[in-house]
């Protein structure tokens, strides 16, 4: 179900967070019964608590509550054996319910049907909701599946929000905190550039800082800096600054200013050219100076 829309002379009617605890069929023909009853009433424009409402709710047929629940915190046919039945709390679940947005977590499937034939059973006009709101469906379509399955308790877990414990007003307050993460989380990333795009560069509201180290540059090299390739940052990267003042104290001087010797032999050449050298000296002793100058230059070519 759709939510209405809501013209700008009308107030947002509020939200109602709720869930539902029931017992879970172990055979067939076992019908469901609802255990307990939580809703939260939600501000639609500052999402903060209106009011709240929790109840165990003490079903038709007690042994379809385990005497020890398998969770610690779980419901037990103890806790429910004085509770009020559902007929008892219709009236209130009612008021809470009828003409509010409804939101929960895979309600459509299940809370909304139990909700429903609960107050069929006790011969009573069930409410109406202004629309639904289903966190599983909204989250699946928007946040996708990085959550693994999508269940509460895989969301709270992928947020750092506790442990499931599977009690409505601790689940419905679960809800909403996983609702404010997912629209955070979605919020920021609509908000980046797309890496993958390659005009992102030009975007005029995201400012690096190797743009910044641009506009720090002295007055010297910031006419020709648009003919350099690149700019070291702070990542590492090295690239090239067009003034000596902005190299860095590890890097050579570029080669673009003044004038680089030749180097006359390759480094791996050195220890040839030393032993050339004393060869050249030791057999030149007892020759003329001239003689001595025109073989040297063989050592350097």
Known sequence: MAIPTISSNKRAPEIVFFDLETNVPSKAGQKFWVLEFGAMVICSQKLVEIESYCTLIRPGDLS????KPGRSDGISRKAVANAPSFEEVAEKIFSILDGRIWAGHNIQRFDCVRIKAAFAEVGRPAPVPAGIIDSLGVLSEKFGKRAGNMKMASLATYFGLGEQKHRSLDDVRMNL????????VLFLESSLPDLSNKNWQG???????????????PSCSIDRWQNTSSITTRSGSRGKFPCREET???SPPSTTFGYQRAVPYARQSLGKMTAGVRNFLCKAQNKPLNNLLKHSQTLFR
């Not at 905190?177 to 955070?184: D, Q």
């Not at 975007?203 to 540059?217: A, E, G, H």
């Open 248 to 250: 860095s104290r590890k």
């Open 203 to 217: 975007t005029s509201n995201i400012t690096t800082r190797s743009r910044s180290q641009v506009q720090n540059l």
């Open 64 to 67: 379809v509550v385990a005497l």
């Open 177 to 184: 905190e996983v609702l404010k993460h997912c629209a955070t």
